[in-house]
């Protein structure tokens, strides 16, 4: 059969050859397909699109959707055991911190166990009485009574079987808002005793006691007494060896047989019954009584110094000797209570020296009378806390005498 022409449809016709080229010269205004292009990698010198980071701020909807995966998180490491020197030096914490609480509740059981057994002494005199005053005044007495020493006490300590209760010391200490001052007011000052008299000022503790003694004093000085503090024939000697000693410094070589004194000259380390006959002594230099209130001062200055040294509180014997030896020698006003004998001990050690005034009232003779117009003014600048106005003139350490 013979072949018949080929028919491929209208597409493949003369007047659809030209899409495909055939038969036609090429028209340039012709419509040509496209080639689609394929995408290239960007050149280095093309702009790129970066990230977009969301605002602070920025509401969740406001932020770019696309953000950057977490870095993964690292299971938790195991410390393991704590080493052998970890678990050494916290078990040395603990045992050191148990110490230190051992330590203070003994610091503050001792003290408070003494002080159950100190004296409390009835002192404030009924009747007029000076108004208080600023800062606060202690009243110091030296009782010379030997009714607590047993007969070989008296014999070491030199101290005679005299009888009676008359005061060896007595001493005003005032504190405020200038320098502390610390006056002894010789024990044959002729004063004023109510009810009895002139006659020697240490007859009024024989006469009437702790209450007779305060009301003589603040009637002859004008100056109120806040508290009372006493102290026993031997507690200079007790409280002393409690210690470990004081320093004394003699001008020159003492020895005075009634009150068992033989010193050399210069500065020294005493003991207590050393101390207790220095401070004692009457007989060895020219002022008799005058010299030996200013070596009470100086004795109990330096009894103060060592019961507030740290070594007092850091050596465990010498704070239980300390505080055993108040209650035997001491006595405390009725009121005064363990802080405030501390404030008392604290305030003596700053007496001497550039830290305060010490002296003694100022005298007109050896009688002993004190001066008509130099004592009331010492008196005055006490009463007002006017310390840092006393001058040299108005206190001395011999009261103007020799």
């Known amino acids: 059969m013979p072949d018949r022409p080929r028919n491929d449809g209208p597409e493949d016709g003369p007047e659809y050859q030209w899409l495909y080229g055939k038969g036609q010269q090429e028209d340039p205004q012709a419509t040509r397909p496209v080639r689609k292009q394929q995408p290239t990698a960007p050149r280095g010198d093309e702009t790129r699109v970066m990230r977009t980071q969301p605002r602070p701020g920025a509401r969740p909807d406001q932020r770019a959707t696309a953000r950057p995966t977490p870095p993964p998180v690292a299971p938790p490491v195991d410390p393991g055991p704590p080493s052998r020197g970890r678990r050494r030096f916290r078990f040395r914490a603990r045992y050191v911190f148990l110490l230190l609480l051992l330590w203070l509740a003994y610091l503050v059981i001792v003290p408070v166990v003494a002080w159950n057994r100190v004296d409390e002494v009835s002192w404030e005199p009924k009747g007029d009485r000076p108004a208080e005053q600023p800062g606060t005044t202690y ?179 010498t704070y239980y000797r300390l505080n055993n030896a108040i209650p035997d020698f001491f006595s405390f006003g009725e009121g005064m209570g363990p802080v405030r004998s501390a404030m008392w001990a604290m305030a003596m050690t700053r007496v001497d020296g550039d830290k305060g005034l010490t002296c003694v009232v100022p005298l007109q003779d050896l009688a002993v009378h004190w001066d008509p117009d130099l004592a009331p003014q010492l008196f005055e600048k006490i009463a007002d806390d006017k310390t840092d106005e006393i001058t040299k003139k108005l206190c001395s350490p011999t009261g103007g005498i020799g």
């Open 139 to 317: 009243l110091l007495v030296g009782s010379d009574s030997r009714a607590d020493l047993s007969e070989e006490e008296r014999k070491e300590l030199s101290t005679g079987d005299a009888s009676g209760g008359r005061t060896d010391t007595i001493m005003l200490l005032h504190t405020g808002s200038g320098p502390n001052v610390l006056v002894s007011l010789p024990r044959d000052s002729i004063v004023d005793i109510p009810g009895h008299g002139e006659t020697k000022i240490n007859a009024a503790y024989a006469f009437g006691g702790a209450k007779l003694l305060v009301q003589t004093i603040e009637q002859a000085t004008g100056i109120r007494v806040d508290d009372y503090v006493e102290i026993g024939m031997g507690g200079v000697a007790g409280v002393v060896d409690a210690v470990g000693g004081i320093e004394v410094c003699p001008k020159q070589d003492m020895k005075d047989k009634l009150a068992g004194l033989n010193i050399k000259k210069g500065c020294q380390e005493v003991d207590g019954t050393t101390a207790l006959a220095y401070a004692r002594s009457r007989h060895a230099s020219a002022t008799g009584d005058i010299d030996r209130v200013r070596r009470q001062r100086e004795v109990v200055a330096a009894v103060g110094s060592q019961v507030l040294s740290p070594w007092t509180v850091i050596n465990p014997v």
